[in-house]
């Protein structure tokens, strides 16, 4: 059975930084390409990064380009997300994703490519 378990979420002041983590059970972490959404009150889960399994590539929405970093450690079966800079329209529940395929620059960004979920973390950003 795979988990994936967010924590680090909380409430924050505009422009401080929080540091998401998504620990992960099962052995084949290294094999997964991992990705994080996040989902407001209201509205579409988002697509916000992405990093191969090896993590020599990641990808990004436009909107956390230079803000938010993803990575990741297998050795410790977790991916991270560094959100600095954050905004009041960054609030929101955010959720890590594992995929079974390859991520690549025609299918990152789409949730079908991620096969298992977090419950997610809330993350709350006062202006």
């Known amino acids: 059975q795979v988990q994936l378990v967010e924590s680090g979420g909380g409430l924050v002041q505009a422009g401080d930084s929080l540091r998401l983590s998504c620990a992960a059970s099962?052995?084949?972490?290294?094999?997964?390409?991992m990705g994080w959404f996040r989902q407001a009150p209201g509205k579409e889960r988002e697509f916000l990064a992405a990093?191969?399994?090896?993590?020599?590539?990641?990808y990004y929405i436009d909107s956390v380009k230079g803000r938010f970093t993803i990575s990741r450690d297998n050795a410790k079966k977790t991916v991270y997300l560094q959100m600095n800079s954050l905004k009041p329209e960054d609030t929101a529940v955010y959720s890590c994703?594992?995929?079974?395929?390859?991520?690549?620059?025609?299918?990152?960004?789409?949730?079908?490519?991620?096969?298992?979920w977090g419950q997610g973390t809330q993350v709350t950003v006062s202006s």
């Open positions: 994703a594992a995929g079974i395929g390859t991520v690549n620059s025609n299918n990152y960004a789409n949730p079908r490519t991620y096969y298992y």
């Open positions: 990093i191969t399994r090896n993590g020599g590539t990641t």
């Open positions: 099962g052995r084949t972490f290294s094999s997964w390409p």
